[in-house]
């Protein structure tokens, strides 16, 4: 995926966060025409990182998100950021 925008604020404890904003192809399940299905351009969605470190991270850059294991807390299900790897 390809990072398109990189939002850094401060949390409500004064920690550094991070979202980032990507864009890649569809996934094919999206694009079958045969049972009517079609999707042009790129799909965009937002990662929110939290405190992990996105200096090495810049518009432009083709990165991989790995995740660790779902956690289920009273305000939903989260993954936090195991790893991201720019290619």
Do not use: W
């Amino acid at each position: 995926m390809t990072v398109i925008g990189i939002q850094r604020s401060a949390n409500s404890k004064g920690d550094r966060v991070t979202t980032l904003h990507v864009s890649e192809e569809f996934e094919p399940y999206y694009t079958d025409r045969a049972t009517g299905r079609s999707c042009e351009g790129k799909k965009v969605s937002t990662i929110y990182v939290g405190t992990y470190d996105c200096t090495s991270i810049e518009i432009g850059s083709e990165i991989e998100v790995y995740y660790n294991r779902a956690v289920v807390s009273s305000k939903g299900t989260f993954q936090t950021i195991k790893h991201i790897e720019v290619m």
